[in-house]
Nanobody, 122 residues
């Protein structure tokens, strides 16, 4: 089992920045790829970014490419999502998820955090 806890959400102004953290406990975290997903009210959950177990590979949704950066520190069992140039449409609950393979499909992830709310206000 892997337990995931997101933090760092909150209210931010349009054009601002926010860093989300996903802290893991349980099984060896460095064995797992991690993805970030988000869900806005009334919308389906969507892929945001993912990183391989080593951090060597990353992938992003087109909607966040160039604005968001995913990274990880396996010594701290933590994955980060640095968000910049935030837009109102980035408002959502953000979730991190872990699995043995790097995926963009949320159905493939076995472990999920509880989510953290990000609200981008104009």
């Amino acid at each position: 089992q892997v337990q995931l806890v997101e933090s760092g959400g909150g209210l931010v102004q349009v054009g601002g920045s926010q860093r989300l953290s996903c802290a893991a406990s349980g099984r060896t975290f460095s064995n797992y790829a991690v993805g970030w997903f988000r869900q806005a009210p009334g919308k389906a959950r969507e892929f945001v970014a993912a990183i391989s177990w080593s951090g060597a590979r990353t992938t992003y949704a087109d909607s966040v490419k160039g604005r968001f950066t995913i990274s990880r520190d396996n010594a701290k069992n933590t994955v980060y999502l640095q968000m910049s140039s935030l837009k109102p449409e980035d408002t959502a609950v953000y979730y991190c998820a872990a699995d043995s393979l790097l995926r963009t499909d949320d159905s493939g992830y076995n472990y999920w955090g509880q989510g953290t709310q990000v609200t981008v206000s104009s």
